[in-house]
C-alpha cells in the first residue's frame, strides 16, 4: 500500500515530533504539526481525526495514516481514498456524534470553498452546507456510511479531495512534503 520509501518519510517526521518512538500526546502533535504548516486552531481536530482508537495519544501507526490522508495526492479511490474520507469525516464531526450535521457542513464548506478560492460569503456557504445535508444525509444528517458511499467514487471531482485539499492548504502540504503516495492500483 505505503512504500518503503514513504514510510521511511513519515517515520523520519514522525520521529522529529516525538522522543524515543512514543506516542504523541496533544501537545507534541500540535507543535510537530503547525511546524509543517497546518493551522494551529485546527490542530485539536486533526488530533482527533489522527487519533483513530481515541486514547489521547496518536502512535505511529495512527499517525502514518492521518499523514497518508491528508496528502492531497493520495489516490483518491481505494482502500487509501476511504482511509481519506473516514479521516475527513472524523475532522469535520466536531461533537463526536457520528454524523455531519448542518453546523459541522458549514466549517467543512467554508473550507472547501476557502481551498477552492471561492467567495465565502454566509448565504453561499448556507446554501451548499444546506444542498449536502439534503443530497447525502438523512434527518438533517450526514452518517459515516452516506459520506463514505458520498466520498469514494468520482476522483477528481468528489467531496473529500476538496476538502482534504482545503484542510491542510493541501497543495502546499503536498509539495514540501510528498509524505505519501498511495499505490495508484489501490
Ligand atoms: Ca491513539
Ligand atoms: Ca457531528
Known sequence: MVSGETAASVQSLFASGTTHGKPLGQAGFTELLSAMGAKREYCT?????????????VDYPEFLVGAVAMDNQTYHGGAWGE?????????????GDGYLDYGEMLHLVRHL????SLPESVAEIEAQAREFVEEFGSDGAISLESWLAASA???????????????????E??????????????
Open 113 to 116: 470553498r476557502r481551498g477552492r
Open 83 to 95: 482511509q481519506r474520507a473516514h479521516f475527513i469525516f472524523r475532522t469535520y464531526d466536531l461533537n
Open 153 to 171: 467514487p468520482v476522483p477528481s471531482a468528489s467531496v473529500s479531495s476538496t476538502c482534504a485539499n482545503s484542510i491542510v492548504g493541501g497543495a
Open 173 to 186: 502540504w503536498a509539495a514540501k512534503r510528498s509524505v505519501a503516495r498511495a499505490n495508484s492500483s489501490g
Open 45 to 57: 481536530q486533526y488530533f482527533k481525526a489522527f487519533d483513530q482508537d481515541a486514547d489521547g495519544h
